[in-house]
């Protein structure tokens, strides 16, 4: 019996990549528009074919199930047969240490501007270029996902007025 087809070799399923390049994205755990914020992923990693590792740091277990479902439904929103998607929840208190850890040959590490990280005493820089800085690799901000994580002074001493206040109201009338 006569094969009609001659056998092909299997071609690998890599998506015809071209470079061994990742993004890491730094995923900080605040709310955020999952759908735009997938799209804006998927217009960076595009044009290089370049794989994916969705990052977000944990300290507590409530923290690591929500990191994981904000992952998961991005990693979902992002996945494409071009390039592989993945995400890793890591259980750490800071973004540089973690960076640290993950950061490889090629990476190009994405960073949301708004996270700020503690450089020196009552000293802040923006996440993206404080890894830059201290870790030595290439990163790209990107912007207007998140919020700023830090509260200004002047945020926290009218928060602190606003309870004094209260308690000197209630303890009037008791007195």
């Known amino acids: 019996m ?4 001659p056998p092909q070799p299997f071609l690998p399923n890599d998506g015809g990549r071209q470079s061994s390049q990742r993004l890491v994205i730094l995923v900080p755990d605040q709310n ?10 998927r217009r960076l990693a595009g044009p290089g074919n370049l794989d994916v590792l969705l990052v977000s740091i944990v300290n507590d277990i409530e ?5 994981r479902r904000s992952l998961v439904t ?8 071009r390039y592989n998607v993945d995400f890793q929840v890591i259980w750490d208190r800071s973004w540089i ?3 640290r850890d993950l950061a490889g040959p090629g990476d190009l590490f994405i960073c949301p501007p708004e996270v700020t990280v503690r450089t020196g005493f009552r000293k802040h820089e923006p996440l993206d270029a404080a890894i830059a800085h ?3 690799v290439p990163t790209e901000p990107l912007a207007n996902f998140f919020t700023n994580s830090r509260q200004s002074i002047p945020n926290v001493f009218k928060q602190i007025l ?3 206040v209260i308690a000197a109201i209630l303890g ?3 007195i």
Do not use: M, P
Not at 74 to 81: A, H
């Open 74 to 81: 991005i990693c979902s929103l992002v996945n494409e047969f």
């Open 63 to 67: 923290g690591e199930l929500a990191a």
């Open 32 to 41: 955020v528009d999952e759908i735009k914020f997938s799209w804006a992923i």
């Open 172 to 174: 009037g009338f008791f």
């Open 2 to 5: 006569k094969t009609l087809l």
């Open 162 to 164: 606003y309870w004094v």
């Open 97 to 99: 240490h973690a960076a």
């Open 134 to 136: 201290i870790l030595n």
